[in-house]
């Protein structure tokens, strides 16, 4: 069965530090789409794209990178890892633009 | 721009009582509309999808959502509440060229 999978499902990073988070699909989806969800917040979008070597900015794009070399994978990268990007992150991929998507479980990242 | 306000972020009912989240939309044009539902520790999961034609969707689970243009709403119902419906709902807009745009969510708690 098709799925998304993302790694780590925890990480505890200390400020200042590099992280990457992975999130890998196997549903053949152009669209991958990356949110952060904080308490009171719900999801907010970080990144997206919609297709190999396609990247944009979402609404809370500062401080995270990402690239996009293949279908299947679609890393986030925090440059330099501050506390208030402590939360849970979740990738996502979709088959057509604006139509339904499919979420990952989830890594939750702790910025000591 | 589209937007999405779910009212209330925490609802309660009595198991075997009726369900009702409700949510409201901002869209320039004929949105397409979803709810969503995350168990605890696991990504979101679609419900049901609003895309065309019919105006009642029926999901999983046994909720059902309405599509009332007028009032610019699309609440979520369930006729009679499970323990295992205790959750957090999304719901989610689109104008159909761009990005899905998630509420706030609503966290609904089942008292026995």
């Known amino acids: 069965d098709a799925e998304i999978t993302q790694s780590p499902r925890h990480k505890i990073t200390e400020t200042g530090r590099q992280v990457t988070l992975a999130c890998h699909q196997t549903w053949n989806h152009n669209n991958m789409f990356w949110y952060r969800q904080d308490l009171g917040h719900g999801l907010r979008l970080i990144h997206y794209?919609?297709?190999?070597?396609?990247?944009n900015k979402g609404e809370v794009s500062d401080g995270y990178s990402v690239s996009r070399s293949n279908t299947e994978d679609l890393p986030l990268t925090l440059e330099s890892a501050a506390s208030s990007q402590t939360s849970v992150y979740f990738c996502?991929?979709?088959?057509?633009?604006?139509?339904?998507?499919?979420f990952g479980p989830g890594t939750r990242l702790t910025v000591l | 721009a589209q937007s999405v306000t779910q009212l209330g972020s925490h609802v309660s009912v009595s198991e075997g009582a009726l369900v009702l989240l409700r949510c409201n939309y901002s869209?320039?044009?004929?949105?397409?509309l979803f709810w969503y539902v995350q168990y605890p520790n696991q990504g979101l999961q679609l419900l049901l999808k609003?895309?065309?034609?019919?105006?009642l969707v029926k999901g999983i689970n046994g909720f059902e959502a309405e599509f009332k243009k007028s009032e610019t709403s699309f609440h979520l119902t369930k006729p009679s509440a499970h323990m295992s419906d205790a959750a957090e709902y999304f719901c989610a807009v689109t104008n159909r060229d761009d990005k899905i745009i998630f509420g706030k969510g609503t966290r609904l708690h089942i008292l026995p």
């Open positions: 996502a991929s979709s088959g057509q633009r604006s139509n339904e998507q499919f």
């Open positions: 609003y895309t065309t034609g019919a105006t």
């Open positions: 794209s919609y297709g190999v070597q396609d990247t």
């Open positions: 869209s320039s044009v004929p949105p397409y």
